[in-house]
């Protein structure tokens, strides 16, 4: 049973660059959300997506947007990139409304020069 | 938001040893989760326990929901338990983590 899976492992891009990042829930999963964690520091919300729909929302700007499949797969773009962005990108799924299960991917290391 | 707490921030151990991690939170809360993340920066579901008692093998925690803590405990220590162990709350979508106690067990 494949847990879930996030592409690519690790990125590099430059300053005012675009960038998506992408998320495969795990099977039965309906429902994925996103956190970025600095260094040394814990997860931060994102947000999350739920029947292809933004469903809440963290203290981000605009520049970090999402979108999910009807597959229930999920992206994160996250526009003019800044040197603050580098940080490791962490996919969680989850089925709704069920408490308790969610499961973390490896992340997505993205690294802003 | 929720501000979890926990402490301490760094624990050295010697392999064998006992351990008590503790995390604290401001508000009630209907999910509580404690993590391992591996040096490969996956996050590993220990429990799921937003009150009461759960034994996994060398690891238990008790949340006690009234007083807004919870504590993961490590019995007999190992280097592969070395790592960062986070404690998650949420009231709903969103989950609010704390800063993390970093553990390293030497053999």
């Known amino acids: 049973d494949a847990g879930v899976t996030q592409s690519p492992t690790h990125l590099i891009k430059t300053r005012g660059q675009q960038v998506t990042l992408r998320c495969s829930p795990k099977s039965g999963h309906d429902t994925v959300s996103w956190y970025q964690q600095a260094l040394g520091q814990g997860p931060q919300f994102i947000f999350q997506y739920y029947e292809e729909e933004e469903r809440q929302r963290g203290n981000f700007p605009d520049r970090f947007s999402g979108h999910q499949f009807p597959n229930y797969s999920s992206e994160l773009n996250v526009n003019a990139l800044l040197l603050g962005d580098s940080a490791l990108y962490l996919c969680?799924?989850?089925?709704?409304?069920?408490?308790?299960?969610?499961?973390f991917g490896s992340g997505t290391r993205l690294t802003v020069v | 938001g929720i501000q979890v707490e926990q402490s301490p921030p760094d624990l050295i151990l010697q392999e064998g040893a006992n351990s008590t991690l503790r995390c604290n939170f401001s508000d009630s809360v209907n999910n509580l989760q404690w993590f391992h993340q591996n040096p490969w920066g996956q996050l590993i579901n220990l429990f799921y326990?937003?009150?009461g008692t759960k034994q996994n093998g060398r690891l238990s925690a008790t949340t006690v929901a009234t007083e807004r803590y919870s504590l993961l405990y490590i019995s007999s220590s190992q280097t592969t338990d070395s790592g960062v162990y986070f404690c998650a709350v949420s009231t709903g979508n969103q989950f609010y983590f704390g800063t993390g106690t970093s553990l390293t067990v030497i053999p």
């Open positions: 969680a799924s989850s089925l709704n409304r069920r408490r308790g299960g969610y499961t």
């Open positions: 326990i937003p009150s």
